[in-house]
């Protein structure tokens, strides 16, 4: 007997085949996304075969088709208000803008490196967002606090100790990501992804260190970056642990779990600037402890790129220099 899947028109299963695909990606996002360097703010993002790079007037994708093509894209970037440029602020307002720009750079290079015409909808990618948003929560935010309050029925001591509480949940969660970093490494489609990542570090490297942008030079320098979104979000565990436990012990589970996701801006607030200073003082021996943990991190969401990933990182950052 054939299933719905086998039944379907090789235009329905492509579709089916890249929203898929999509949620997966979208679900990682965050991992690969680079924030800034010290001379003209650049960061940079890996898609699916290929490299979107930003500045603060530009944004752009460049994209290796399968025939071997070459695909660009380039776009004027708004800059945004002082408000939301203020420090502690600007965590939040970067990492929606980089979300938004993500996706819109997801869905062009799912266009050409699947080569379709046909692009994703509005709807289909509001819906696969929020798919992997969701279980982005239940699995970062959710999941730990569950079983946390779980062993605080065992052990009243926990449940009593707002901070003990914390500790112990915010351990669960970096284990849960840790795990989760080590299981999608093992998955083809992303090992790809992640030697972008590494070819888009090393070409903020060479960038940063005032060398020509050529393939010879990049090749040099590390894959892993200070300022990566690997770090930011460890940073945002670690800072989650101190924050979180400023809410009373005696709130249900449910709300609990609110004020958690509520709390969101202000722990994303707080690990950014911490991730600035670190990046910018990533030499200070006291500060060193706070970069080497997301450094180390990043062994597992960066390869080693070849050099035509390393073309492709450098043509995108000349898009938007």
Request: aromatic share 12%.
């Amino acid at each position: 007997m054939r299933s719905s899947r086998e039944g379907m028109p090789n235009s329905k299963k492509k579709t089916v085949n890249k929203l898929k695909n999509l949620s997966a990606f979208i679900f990682r996002m965050p991992l690969w996304a680079s924030f800034f360097v010290e001379r003209k703010k650049v960061g940079g993002q890996a898609v699916i075969e290929g490299v979107m790079m930003r500045s603060p007037e530009h944004w752009g994708v460049v994209v290796r088709g399968a025939d071997g093509r070459i695909h660009r894209f380039r776009a004027p970037l708004k800059k945004l208000p002082l408000f939301f440029r203020l420090p502690l602020i600007r965590g939040s307002s970067v990492l929606v803008q980089s979300i938004v720009l993500g996706l819109k750079a997801i869905n062009f290079s799912a266009q050409k490196a699947y080569e379709e015409e046909e692009e994703i909808g509005t709807v289909a990618m509001a819906l696969t967002f929020l798919v992997a948003f969701v279980l982005g929560m239940g699995l970062f935010l959710f999941i730990p606090l569950y079983i946390t309050k779980g062993i605080g029925y065992f052990i009243p001591l926990i449940d009593e100790n707002a901070f003990i509480f914390n500790l112990i949940e915010g351990f669960l969660r970096i284990a849960i990501f840790i795990s989760y970093i080590i299981v999608i490494g093992l998955w083809r489609e992303m090992r790809r992804v992640f030697e972008y990542h590494g070819a888009e570090h090393k070409v903020i490297h060479t960038y940063e260190e005032g060398k020509p942008l050529r393939v010879e030079y990049a090749f040099f320098y590390s894959a892993q970056h200070p300022r990566c979104g690997t770090s930011f979000l460890l940073l945002v565990m670690l800072c989650s642990i101190l924050i979180f436990s400023f809410i009373p012990t005696e709130w249900s589970l449910t709300a609990k779990f609110l004020s958690r996701v509520l709390l969101i801006p202000v722990v994303a607030g707080v690990s950014y600037e911490l991730l600035r200073i670190s990046a910018r003082k990533r030499e200070s021996l006291i500060l060193k402890p706070l970069i080497m943990p997301g450094l180390m991190l990043q062994r597992f969401t960066t390869r080693e790129p070849n050099k035509d990933q390393l073309e492709i990182a450098i043509l995108a950052l000349k898009e938007v220099l």
